[in-house]
């Protein structure tokens, strides 16, 4: 079955401890994509890669880290979570970066940083 | 930079009538993307519409439709013969043509659907 695996669904953590959220996609999607959705605000773009090794920021990158060094693999990292980062997480992937190409989304990770 | 507006934060319809979601957006773009996403309580994304700024011709996806009107930049969703399963979140989202697929989404708008 296509999709875009996010694990973990859900995760607490502490403030200043380090953690990744991994998202895999098994479409051989080049396109990938982080967003982070807040009551009111709807969803915002963290950052996102349009190949291998190429990676950019989007509208909210502060905080947050990404790597891509394998097609299917897109992780999110935080260095250091702060309660503001609390908020849910999706990670989306397509098969081109244009309009034409529908955006799958995985199913979200809700993250709480105390 | 483009902005997306959803001034209905809640709306509730009853099973089987029709009700209308609005969106506006603003952008100096000619070539761009608008898409109606649904979030059920599974917080699943799911694409419902999409339509092409260049295209007249207002998209359809069996009980969904929308009102593009690219002058007054409104996109607006009409859910005909509205289900129980319809409750959700759906978020207004616009993308640049060749914007390396980066969506500009709105607020959203909690539709609840009565039976």
């Known amino acids: 079955e296509a999709q875009v695996t996010q694990n973990p669904r859900y995760l607490i953590t502490v403030t200043g401890k380090k953690l990744t959220v991994t998202c895999s996609q098994n479409?051989?999607?080049?396109?990938m994509s982080w967003y982070r959705q807040d009551p009111g605000l709807g969803l915002r773009q963290i950052y996102y890669?349009?190949?291998?090794?190429?990676?950019d920021k989007g509208d909210v990158p502060e905080g947050y880290k990404v790597s891509r060094k394998e097609k299917r693999n897109f992780p999110l990292i935080l260095e250091s979570p702060s309660p503001n980062q609390t908020s849910l997480y999706f990670c989306?992937?397509?098969?081109?970066?244009?309009?034409?190409?529908?955006?799958?989304f995985g199913n979200g990770t809700r993250l709480t940083v105390t | 930079a483009q902005t997306v507006t959803q001034s209905q934060p809640e709306m509730s319809v009853q099973e089987a009538e029709t009700v209308t979601l609005s969106c506006t957006y603003d952008t100096s773009e000619n070539n761009y993307y608008l898409f109606w996403y649904k979030q059920p309580p599974s917080r699943q994304m799911i694409l419902v519409i999409r339509q092409e700024a260049y295209k007249q011709q207002n998209a359809t996806e069996n009980r969904f439709s929308v009102n593009f009107q690219k002058a007054a930049k409104s996109f607006s969703l009409k859910i005909s013969d509205s289900q129980l399963g319809d409750t959700a979140m759906y978020f207004c989202?616009?993308?640049?043509?060749?914007?390396?697929?980066?969506?500009?989404f709105g607020e959203g708008t909690q539709l609840t659907v009565n039976p």
């Open positions: 890669s349009m190949n291998v090794e190429v990676t």
């Open positions: 989306a992937s397509s098969h081109r970066w244009d309009g034409n190409s529908p955006l799958h």
């Open positions: 479409m051989n999607h080049e396109y």
């Open positions: 989202a616009f993308m640049k043509h060749a914007s390396g697929s980066r969506l500009t």
